[in-house]
């Protein structure tokens, strides 16, 4: 009797492009420059391949910071409750200061979806307050845009599990590593010279926009008839962009996104999720809500209802929204037909909005403004930022000017 033969889990020349993409396209890591990379312990062997080519490229220090999801569930099963209300303050307030001192950040997401489905969801949630507060100081480094940084993404196996339940574990992990390499361009000869084409793109589409200023955009489709205020001298952005520190990157592998800041006043109407949100172990369909004044005054799911409106509760901007993003239905994720329970891919499937913090890039001299002139334009403040999807096939989306007079941007999902 002969045995089939293994199949191997992960493509070690993709897994090497990927790092090099991540190190060359989503940080351009320069000389000197030390890297604070995060990761699951599954991501052991793709840390290890973007250290190597971080080196190469001239970093200072890289060093690497791992979460394991066994410890975690050992948290909520066995710690007091008040631990609950506490996080690494002291931890943040270091990563922050390495930020401050031009530090990269590169973060490999892949942690389970559903790790925290069977816990208390009230643990969880008062674990989240907790965390967002305390990485405030570093977050906001990052949504100001103060450094390079960048997201990738590894096939971790309880990850892969959720994405294709029904196959054999070695090769949910196949399948979903070929998943991640195609919709980060890796599986193609020359990667990094297919970024800078999709770049290229995507400029034009932020250019387009740019030249515009629209004061609106409008969404109708089946549950949805959404006017999205834009915030006052916003600017579009989408694929590479320039840090505060002077350095190009992509922030995140893949995108598929151009994107602005609303403003947090001026939303108003109903609008229907066209994809599932997973949310820290639990998946929330089904969403409505309706907007009056910029706020969110009425919101129901179908399943994860009282998970969604503990985020709405989180804070005054938690009803409010930080960004809005114009996707294709015709992007690569989208046709995949997959739902990868992560936002970074899932939200490159469709056209979205977010809940919470704005990014104060998304103003004509980002850079230079403070929060108080941020807030004075509409930018929303919160300690979350949420994405979901709201764009489908059957989505139409119109440009509203000054005016009031309204240009076509998509129809049937797709660019006009």
Known sequence: MTS???IPAVDPVKLDR???????????????????????LAAVPLVRRITEHAYKAGAGLVTSLYSDEEATLMRYRNAP???????????????????????ARLAVAGDNPMLLSSEDPEKVSRANRAQSRAYQPALEKITNFEVNWNIVSYPNPSWAKQVFPDQDPEVAITMLADAIFAASRVDLDDPVSAWRDHNA??????????EHTFSALHFKGP???????LAD??????GASVAKNGITCNPNIPTEEVFTTPHALRVDGHVSSTKPLSHQGTLIENIQVRFEGGRIVEAKATRGEEVFNKVLGTDEGARRLGEVALVPNSSPISASGLLFFNTLFDENAASHIALGQCYSKCFINGGELTPDEVAARGGNKSLIHIDWMIGSGEIDVD????????????RKGEWV
Request: charged fraction near 20%.
């Open 81 to 103: 409750d008040e631990s609950f209300d506490r996080a690494t303050g002291w931890l943040f307030e270091g990563m922050a200061k390495a930020f401050s001192a031009n530090t």
């Open 18 to 40: 990927l790092a090099e993409v991540a190190i060359k396209i989503g940080l351009q890591l320069q000389p000197g420059q030390d890297l604070l990379i995060t990761a699951p």
């Open 201 to 210: 793109a995507l400029h034009k589409r932020t250019k387009w926009l740019n």
């Open 233 to 238: 001298e916003h600017e579009w952005h989408g």
């Open 4 to 6: 089939s033969p293994q």
């Open 399 to 410: 440009g509203i000017n000054k005016d009031g007079s309204a240009i076509p941007v998509m």
């Open 223 to 229: 549950g949805t008839d959404l006017t999205v205020g």
